[in-house]
């Protein structure tokens, strides 16, 4: 089976003659908002082999400001990661710290499950 295609607002085939797909960029379709306004929870996730994920979810704004959050919260706690899905995945245990970075930076964040 092949790759999906992108669908504009969610629409595949229409027989109407007169549709016109909506004429949005990805980047419209998150708005940008501001570290107060942002509600970021942190997940500790397990992996295979037993390793430890800190994720950070609910983040809400464009890819570029997304993985320089991500760049920032590596380089504070000294590990690897990478973001995926519009998450950010933190290796290592470091729910503690990056609460209190965010809260720092100004974000409302808080830990949930895990």
């Not at 109407?16 to 004429?23: G, K, L, T, V």
């Not at 590596?74 to 609460?99: A, E, F, M, Y």
Request: one cysteine or more.
């Amino acid at each position: 089976m092949g790759k999906s295609k992108k669908t504009q607002g969610g629409i595949v085939y229409s027989t109407n003659p007169d549709y016109q797909a909506p004429q949005q960029d990805d980047n419209d379709l998150r708005t940008n908002l501001e570290p107060s306004q942002q509600d970021l929870r942190i997940w500790l996730e397990r992996k295979g082999g037993g390793k430890l994920l800190t994720v950070i979810k609910g983040f809400v704004g464009s890819d570029d400001q997304l993985d320089e959050l991500a760049r920032k919260l590596k380089g504070k706690c000294g590990v690897g990661g990478s973001t995926k899905d519009n998450d950010i995945l933190i290796q290592g245990d470091h729910r503690d710290k990056i609460v209190r970075f965010l809260e720092e930076w100004g974000y409302r964040s808080r830990k949930a499950g895990g």
